[in-house]
């Protein structure tokens, strides 16, 4: 139980063109997903706590309006990266939480390169 | 402040030999402690959790960690260390609806 998937595994885009990365809960309901970045060789740094239904809360020098997020129902959220450029080349994980907010259970994690 | 210490940034073990991977955290209130496993290119993987009762808990994969309050240490083990167990491990804290705290990990090398 508590398999997270997230889509695409990796994505190739042009700088200036926006991908969409989804996260899915699939056999649990999350009323709270997270997503991180992490730099190579580095930790995993929060970029934003999201909620079903409500505005994401976003980490201390993230931009949200570069980095949209949607929480439209109890099993998806999606990351959208707008008008990406090489420099938000990174692996990008989600994380669902489940019912009782005990436990975050991860995705295999999205790797983005801009070109 | 919440922090996560894992003072071994790498460590190299003999396949079958034991292992102890060291965390230590700061916390305000009751800390939810948890140790987690990322292999190369992949998410992560939850080994186990502590939230509370008895101080050790058993994970998958034959491992197992202990809380020490006094010390502010949930320190990982396993008894016998196999070559698919070479990783990064990552130590967190949280409490309850709370976000976690990731230490920065320790990358675990398994020499045959």
């Known amino acids: 139980g508590a398999v997270v998937s997230q889509h695409p595994s990796r994505v190739i885009c042009k700088s200036g063109t926006s991908v969409k990365i989804e996260c899915r809960s699939l056999?649990?309901?999350?009323?709270?997903m997270f997503w991180y970045r992490q730099f190579p060789k580095k930790s995993l740094m929060l970029m934003a706590t999201s909620n079903e239904g409500s505005k994401a809360t976003y980490e201390q020098g993230v931009e949200k309006d570069k980095f949209l997020i949607n929480h439209a129902s109890l099993t998806l959220s999606t990351l959208t990266v707008t008008s990406a450029h090489p420099e938000d080349s990174s692996f990008y994980i989600c994380?669902?939480?489940?019912?009782?907010?005990?436990?975050?259970?991860f995705g295999p994690g999205t790797r983005l390169l801009v070109l | 402040a919440q922090s996560v210490t894992q003072p071994d940034i790498h460590i190299t073990v003999s396949e079958g030999a034991s292992l102890e991977l060291r965390c230590n955290y700061s916390y305000g209130a009751t800390p939810y402690l948890f140790w987690y496993v990322q292999s190369p290119g992949q998410g992560l993987q939850l080994l186990l959790k502590?939230?509370?009762?008895?101080?050790l808990v058993q994970g998958i994969k034959g491992f197992e960690a202990e809380f020490k309050r006094s010390q502010s240490s949930f320190n990982l083990r396993k008894p016998s260390v196999h070559w698919s167990d070479a990783a990064e491990y990552f130590c967190a804290v949280g409490g309850y609806g709370n976000k976690l705290v990731f230490g920065a990990g320790t990358i675990l090398r398994v020499k045959s």
């Open positions: 056999d649990f309901q999350a009323t709270t």
């Open positions: 994380s669902a939480q489940t019912a009782l907010q005990e436990t975050q259970y």
């Open positions: 502590y939230f509370s009762g008895d101080t």
